[in-house]
């Protein structure tokens, strides 16, 4: 008789606060025996240190360590090879964990399915292995409570962007956009700002930087040092302001209390 195989778990542990993991992946955190997280070279990774009061001695754990940092490599190196090896290589690990008959944490910041990491090992893994995903807060939503913003209200439509498209797409599509946010900032921040100020949307873009982390920190967008932007950052362009939200909306009210 072969052993039962393993079952594959994508948890979405939150923006950065460790309060902001849901009950359900808590509870499929500390029952896994293998936790496997994303991290590079001589870090710890985000996911990890959001759970890692959780979790006790005895669980085994499976760090995938991401080979770059940059999506400039010198030839013959090329990213797209790089990482897709990189996720053969993880899927593989945990696999191996899998077939010997143990379940997975695999661990995503914030949502597992919104830009998540673990995308990628559940294309290669889901059809093979019983597979559940718990969803989390990501970070738009975190970024606006944060922000002490609400984000779109009635039949307005929310566009989701990233720093790294083109200066031309991201002009298109912002100006398009009734509410927007911009996620991928860091090395992209300079060109984002500029399209926001071309388009006239200063005075309603609000800017967050490791929202909900010990070091969360929010300013206002036009005295941001592009030079000092983090990865985890982000820029929300919140919908004009329903007639019937009222005065005192709190739009912008700043940061709430510090995380925990
Ligand atoms: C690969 S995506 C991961 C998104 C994540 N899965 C989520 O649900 O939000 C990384 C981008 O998410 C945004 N991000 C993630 N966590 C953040 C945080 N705590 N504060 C601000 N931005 C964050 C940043 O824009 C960052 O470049």
Redesign the pocket.
Known sequence: MTAAKGRLFGL?VG??DPELITVKALNRLRAAPVVAYPTSHGRKG?ALTIVEGYLRDEQQRLPMVFPVTTEKLPPPFDYETEVRRFYDDSAAAVAAHLDAGRDVAVL??????????FMYLHDRLARRYETEVVP????????AA?LGTPLVYRDQSLSVL??VMTEEDLRQRLAAADAAA?????TTFAKVRRVVADLGLMDRALY??????GA?RVAPLAEVDPKTVP????ILIPGPTWPGSGPGSGRGAGPGPAAG
Do not use: N
């Not at 967050?208 to 982390?213: H, P």
């Open positions: 979405g923006p950065g985000q995503c910041e914030g949502d597992p399915f919104f830009y998540g990491s989390g807060v990501c970070s738009i939503l975190a970024g944060v990233s720093g911009i996620m991928k900032l860091g967050v930087e490791r929202a909900t982390m969360q990865y985890f950052s982000l």
